[in-house]
Each structure stands twice: as structure tokens, then as C-alpha cells.
């Protein structure tokens, strides 16, 4: 993948269903970041990789007047989609900016707060970006993001498939997702070493917390919606066959809800 041209998981209007229910899946740990970052009225955000607007919505419902909300994605339907969703959600400015996010660019000027949700383990070698971001912002810029984790719970799933075969298909899915990352050379575990990457590039007050996601029928249908966005991808790189990618499609149908989660979030943030 080079930079964050061809999308990995897609940016079809199905992409940004998906999307949406990762919104509501990750909603608990969204609102904590938020306040962790302590977003006042008045601040000039700048969100990385918005998509169709979930997480911005979520942010511009705590800017007031005088508050300016930049989201900078690289797909101009995904923008389109955030502008439609936040139009009339407050008196704050909301400012779409169509750029590739692991290319800073004059969209940070003035930055209170610089923020991502599932963004960096999408940019090549992202932990570059975090290094970079602070030679740019201006002293006291609140900083954070969200990544999630597809590798530490696949751990658990492993052992207990062992004496529950239907797990087979959380396995699978990791192991598919991973390896789809790995072809296009990005990292889907960024974030397990992201609050050592910010002390390392001189970052002050960091914090880092896990946040384990819940596995219920959101996240089966998450699952599904993954592999028939990116099936073609799939076949064509040798990750699945096309019966293979059926195989899986079955078997997360008939899983029922609670078994183990599949993934889990890290949430961290600091000063500049």
C-alpha cells in the first residue's frame, strides 16, 4: 500500500456501513478519548482519516461557537458522506479537507487538538508520522488515537478452539486480516507499541490504555461485511480461494453471539 492511496479495507458505500457499525462498536472508548483529551468548545480539531463521519460527530457535539472541527480523509466520497452526516449537528465549523493524513499539510496550523480513530495502522510505518507530528504542532497540542488490536485476543481464541471448534472462524478471520495487511506492508498492531512510540519522540503526559471490544452479532456482522468488501482482494493476493472465503462467510453466519472477542482497541494520548 502507498500511503493511504487504495484503501485497504475499501471505500465503497458498503465500506462506510461498515464503518458505521465500528462507530457504534467502538463507541465507549471514542467518548473516553474525547474526554481524555479534553475537548473545550472553543478548540480547533484536526481528526486524521475520518471517513464517513462517525467519530466526527461524536467531536463536533462538544464544540460550541467558535469551535472548528478539521476532518482531512484522501476519499472525496467518504468526505461527502461526514459532510451530509454533521450538517446541522452544531454551531461549530466543520472544514472537510481532501488530503492523504500521513502527509502533514497546512490543515494543522492552529491545531488545539490532533486526533485518529483506526488511522495509523493504515499508513506505512506510521510511528514516522507521530515523530514528525510533533516537530510540526505547537507546544500544549492535545494528541490521540485509537487502534485497534487483531493479534493479543487471538491468544485466547486459539487455546479454546482447541475443546470449541466453531471458534474457527475469529482464528481464520485474524489470521486473514493480518496477512492482508502484511501484503500491502502496513501494520495492523500499531498500536501496541504507540504509547512507546510517543515517549520516544519526546511526547509528555503519555497515557495508554487496552479496551477489549464486545463480541456480539455487531462484530460477526462486521466480519462478513470485511471479507465481501475486500473478497476479490482476498483470491487475487492467495490469502483464501474463493470457496474458502464462502467457507468462513458460513461459518460466521452460524456462530452464535458470545464468543470471545476477536479484537480489542488502544486508546492513547498525550501532550506535545
Known amino acids: ?36 483529551l479534553a475537548l473545550r468548545p472553543h478548540d480547533r480539531v484536526v481528526e486524521l482519516g475520518c471517513g464517513p463521519g ?12 467558535g469551535g472548528v472541527l478539521v476532518s482531512v480523509d484522501r476519499t472525496e466520497g467518504l468526505l461527502n ?8 449537528t452544531g454551531p461549530a465549523r466543520f472544514e472537510p479537507t481532501l488530503a492523504d493524513v500521513s502527509q502533514p499539510g497546512p490543515w494543522l496550523e492552529g491545531a488545539n487538538v490532533v486526533l485518529g480513530r483506526a488511522v495509523l495502522h493504515h499508513i506505512p510505518f506510521a510511528e514516522l508520522l507521530i515523530g514528525r507530528l510533533r516537530s510540526i504542532l ?3 497540542t492535545r494528541i490521540g488515537f485509537i487502534e485497534p488490536d487483531f493479534r493479543s485476543p487471538m491468544g485466547r481464541i486459539a487455546d479454546q478452539e482447541r475443546t470449541r471448534p466453531e471458534l474457527e472462524p475469529l482464528r481464520v478471520w485474524g489470521e486473514v486480516i493480518n ?11 500499531v498500536g501496541a507499541t504507540l ?14 490504555e487496552w479496551h477489549e471490544c464486545r463480541s456480539d452479532d455487531m462484530m460477526l456482522e462486521n466480519m462478513r ?4 468488501e475486500v473478497r476479490d482482494r482476498l483470491i487475487a493476493t492467495g490469502i483464501l480461494t474463493a470457496e474458502e472465503v464462502d467457507r468462513q462467510l458460513r461459518l460466521l453466519s452460524e456462530l452464535a453471539p458470545g464468543a470471545p472477542p476477536a479484537w480489542g482497541t488502544f486508546r492513547v494520548t498525550a501532550l506535545v
Do not use: C, W
Request: proline content about 2%; glycine content about 10%.
Open 225 to 228: 461485511m470485511f471479507y465481501e
Open 54 to 65: 462517525g467519530l466526527s460527530r461524536r467531536i463536533i457535539r462538544r464544540l460550541g461557537e
Open 138 to 140: 505547537k507546544p500544549g
Open 1 to 36: 500500500m502507498e500511503s493511504l492511496k487504495g484503501y485497504v479495507l475499501g471505500d465503497s458505500a458498503r465500506a462506510a456501513r461498515r464503518l458505521e457499525i465500528q462507530d457504534a462498536h467502538f463507541a465507549e472508548t471514542s467518548e473516553l478519548l474525547l474526554d481524555e
Open 81 to 88: 458522506q461526514a459532510r451530509e452526516l454533521l450538517a446541522g
Open 179 to 189: 496477512n492482508l495487511y502484511a501484503v500491502n506492508r502496513i501494520s495492523p498492531s
Open 195 to 208: 504509547g512507546r512510540t510517543f515517549e520516544s519522540a519526546g511526547y509528555r503526559h503519555v497515557r495508554s
